[in-house]
């Protein structure tokens, strides 16, 4: 298992901590703001791809800002995947 934070950008979540095998992703949590919507997504991606993950979350956008939570989280397993597939 490999494990990764993300900082996210442009939300009011602050950090994204998942881990990875291979292209599939596990243990996903928020850290920060709506706390009933940061459980659920985990639950429900919960073991899912990488691809998957960006194929239903990317360019889910959250009122005015140009990003949310979920397409943070689809750029977070895409960033670590790849950082998994570096240390490799």
Not at 19 to 31: A, E, K, L, R
């Amino acid at each position: 298992m490999f494990h990764y934070d993300y900082k996210t950008e442009n939300t009011c979540s602050q950090l994204i901590s998942l881990d990875m095998d291979g292209n599939v992703v596990h243990n996903v949590s928020f850290m920060g703001d709506c706390n009933g919507n940061l459980k659920t997504i985990p639950l429900l991606i919960e073991g899912w791809t990488v691809e998957q993950i960006a194929e239903k979350l990317s360019g889910v956008i959250c009122g005015r800002r140009p990003t949310s939570c979920a397409d943070q989280l689809a750029k977070a397993v895409r960033a670590a995947y790849e950082a998994e597939q570096q240390a490799s």
